[in-house]
């Protein structure tokens, strides 16, 4: 599956709300390619803390780029741009995979990279915009964010991640839902800890946005999510802190105002990466164990509604013998 001398690289986008599961699907997606297959992963970061980043470098991707401390699709609109034709020069991969920050806009996503093939004549081509949604919260963070609509509105297919943690009519009601907002897009289950299988979406040649009268390049969404982040650092003499006490500080968090928290704690089995939820969370061990300056103990990024996530972070940080940065 190796590239032709002047084939056209294909670029797949990856959207979703805040804590979807799209890294999770993205890695899983690499165990189910060819070993020869070069995939390189373009990371948008919403806080400058690279936890995702750093689950990925740990993988077999052929590399990793990172876009840090903003979104993508209009804070940091041109960066995507700079950062695809660098990629194309320093690595020429089969395929880009874009993952976006939880409260991208795919529409301006797609219009750089439409402006890309034009001027590339095709050598950069839009594959594919997938939507990942969680099919546990989605309801709720729908109410709170029109993002999180126009992203499964605006979409090559829907992935349906964490089916698992619903009953039946609670996801026949999730897809019902889902074909008010789009009913003609394809909608494909996540296979649990297997992922998507790459041949559903790899290859779907995407019809979006071809004309640039179907683009509004509108920054006011962000406004919208409400999503703020924050860094929580320890101070020199904490002690490393115990899954118990971790499990204890996030239980307290309120899930309607806190939608992700992600970063790494140092324990005394060593340093973790730390990924939660709506609740759930999951702690990685890290082949890196610089992620921490020497006299820190945790470093974390909360996300959530404005107004009330600083609140919120700094009962966490209180809870871990940190302090908000």
């Known amino acids: 599956m190796a590239n032709e001398a002047h084939k056209s690289i294909p670029i797949t986008v990856f959207t979703g709300f805040l804590g979807a599961g799209k890294t999770s699907i993205i890695l899983s997606l690499l165990s189910r390619l060819p070993a020869d297959y070069k995939v390189v992963l373009l990371k948008n970061e919403f806080g400058d803390v690279q936890v995702d980043s750093q689950l990925a470098k740990q993988s077999s991707l052929a590399a990793v780029s990172e876009i840090l401390n903003g979104c993508m699709c209009c804070v940091l609109v041109g960066q995507m741009k700079t950062a695809l034709l660098e990629i194309r020069e320093n690595f020429r991969p089969d395929r880009i995979i874009i993952e976006c920050s939880g409260s991208a806009f795919p529409a ?6 439409r402006e890309l093939e034009r001027e590339t004549e095709a050598d950069l081509k839009l594959d594919a915009i997938l939507t990942v949604i969680d099919a546990e919260n989605f309801t709720g963070y729908e109410d709170t964010s029109p993002t999180a609509r126009m992203q499964a509105s605006y979409t ?15 996801l026949d009601i999730l ?8 009913d003609l897009t394809p909608k494909i289950k996540c296979e ?9 979406i790899f290859g779907l040649d995407s019809k979006l946005y071809l004309k640039k009268d179907e683009l509004t390049l509108d920054a006011s969404h962000h406004n919208e999510v409400q999503a703020v982040t924050f860094i929580a650092t320890s101070t ?6 115990t899954e118990g006490a971790l499990s204890t500080a996030l239980g307290k968090l309120s899930k309607e105002a806190v939608w992700r928290v992600k970063g790494f704690v140092r324990t005394q089995e060593g340093v973790r990466i730390l990924n939660w939820a709506f609740g759930r969370y999951e702690l990685t061990q890290s082949s890196n164990t610089e992620l921490l300056f020497e006299q820190e103990t945790v470093k974390l990024t909360v996300m959530g509604e404005r107004g009330e996530v600083k609140r919120e972070a700094r009962k966490l940080a209180e809870a871990l013998d940190a302090t908000l940065s």
């Open 108 to 113: 301006t996503l797609a219009f750089q990279i």
């Open 175 to 182: 897809v019902d839902h889902l074909n008010t907002l789009n």
């Open 156 to 170: 090559d297919m829907i992935i349906i991640n964490k089916w698992e943690h619903v009953s039946e009519r609670q």
């Open 192 to 200: 649990d800890r297997n992922g998507v299988d790459p041949a559903l």
């Open 236 to 241: 020199p003499n904490s002690t490393l802190i």
